[in-house]
């Protein structure tokens, strides 16, 4: 239905700050963003919600771990989302991926279930 393709990352000292992005593109007839998010993982824990905006009105919503460091923003016209992280702790290394709702679901905004289409990935990797 949608594809995502992130991109940015990379590595950095803590305190410093990185950019993700992720478009969207290839959507299939009747197909639309309803909500996007961030997700991320580092091996042999489960995947965590970082944030989440939703597309028509631009509410976002933060996990506690990054409330007042990480934005999240979308432009609407180029289908493109962004997460600005800021403040960088080295617990805040792994793999970020980005995900759309695509189907109308009632799970909370960083729960995983509630998206169904991911991206492949980008690596931010903070050291102390």
């Known amino acids: 239905q949608v594809q995502l393709v992130e991109s940015g990352g990379g590595s950095v000292q803590a305190g410093g700050s990185l950019r993700v992005s992720c478009t969207a593109s290839?959507?299939?007839?009747?197909?639309?963003?309803?909500?996007m998010a961030w997700f991320r993982q580092v091996p042999g824990k489960e995947r965590e919600g970082v944030a989440h905006?939703?597309?028509?009105?631009?509410?976002?919503y933060y996990a506690e771990s990054v409330r007042g460091r990480f934005t999240i923003s979308r432009d609407k016209a180029k289908n493109t989302l962004d997460l600005q992280m800021d403040m960088l702790k080295p617990e805040d290394t792994g793999m970020y991926y980005c995900?759309?709702?695509?189907?109308?679901?009632?799970?909370?905004?960083?729960?995983?279930?509630?998206?169904?289409?991911w991206g492949q990935g980008t690596q931010v990797t903070v050291s102390s």
């Open positions: 905006i939703s597309w028509g009105g631009g509410i976002s």
């Open positions: 290839r959507f299939t007839y009747g197909a639309y963003l309803i909500s």
């Open positions: 995900a759309a709702e695509v189907s109308l679901s009632d799970l909370p905004p960083l729960a995983p279930a509630k998206y169904t289409r």
